[in-house]
């Protein structure tokens, strides 16, 4: 299968800084992939050079053979319409009800009518588990319900890649459990490429197909491959100190 996403060869920075170098994988469709680490290792920096906000200084970001950062800024935004993103925060209009966040993308890049606006934006909702939430403000909600909300407004315009970032962040571990069988579910009944940045194991364990471990020292990937086979077989200590917590453990 030709992969959907390719990243070759990707050095990634800020001013003198170099926080990534010599990056290279690759994601096929339908597929849970996640980019794992700890903090400061380059995770939401390599997230900000897939989703076309900050460009590389070397390699390439590459969506069914074309370059992100190698094409004018309309083939670029035209490429960026392929994805969905849930922030960490969420990110929702704190003065729009949730319909209307729902409803916004849809509003800008559709040509739906009012109505079907406003079904549409239901509809989504209702895939994330929030009927009868729509004209409630962020504020009025939890923040497992915000994550949802945020997802519900992220997959409005039916991507092909859905993009999270650290989405267990800040959830109890129920609420990271429903959210993981929501990315499971959304994967099985929409067909999306997932990727997802997190540093949280039981999400890690739960929903990876696949993986890659960034290594803050080194500065690049030190490891790729199913997070339950890395633990299984890999012998590099910092991949197991990372898949363990520095605990002896094993996986179901």
């Known amino acids: 299968m030709e992969p959907v996403v390719e990243i070759k060869d990707l050095d990634l920075g800020y001013d003198d800084l170099v926080v990534m170098r010599g990056l290279s994988f690759s994601v096929k469709k339908s597929e849970i992939f996640v980019v794992m680490g700890g903090s400061g290792c380059g995770k939401s920096t ?14 390439e970001v590459l969506y069914d053979g074309a370059s992100l950062w190698g094409v ?24 729009l009800t949730l319909s209307e966040n ?27 588990g929030l009927d009868g939430y729509a004209d409630f403000y962020p504020a009025e909600l939890s923040g497992g319900m915000k994550k949802r909300a945020g997802l519900a407004r992220a997959i409005a315009l039916d991507p092909d890649i859905i993009f999270f970032d650290e989405p267990s962040a800040g959830l109890d571990p ?18 999306a490429t997932i990727i997802i ?30 997070p339950k086979d890395l633990l299984a077989n890999s012998k590099d200590p910092r991949v197991i100190k990372f898949l363990t917590r520095g605990e002896k453990q094993g996986v179901e």
């Open 174 to 191: 129920l609420n990271a459990k429903m959210l993981d069988d929501l990315i499971l579910e959304l994967r099985d009944n929409l067909g």
């Open 102 to 128: 729902v409803a916004l993308p849809l509003q800008l890049y559709s040509n739906l009518s009012s109505q079907q606006v406003r079904d549409m934006a239901l509809f989504k909702l209702g895939l994330v």
């Open 197 to 226: 940045v997190t540093h949280e194991l039981a999400s890690i364990f739960a929903v990876g197909d696949n993986a890659i471990l960034l290594d803050s020292d080194t500065k690049t990937a030190i490891a790729q491959g199913a």
């Open 46 to 59: 390599l997230l900000k050079a897939m989703i076309g906000l900050n460009p590389p200084r070397k390699g």
């Open 72 to 95: 004018d800024e309309k083939e670029r935004y035209d490429i960026m319409r392929r994805f969905g993103v849930l922030y960490q925060g969420g990110a929702l209009w704190s003065s």
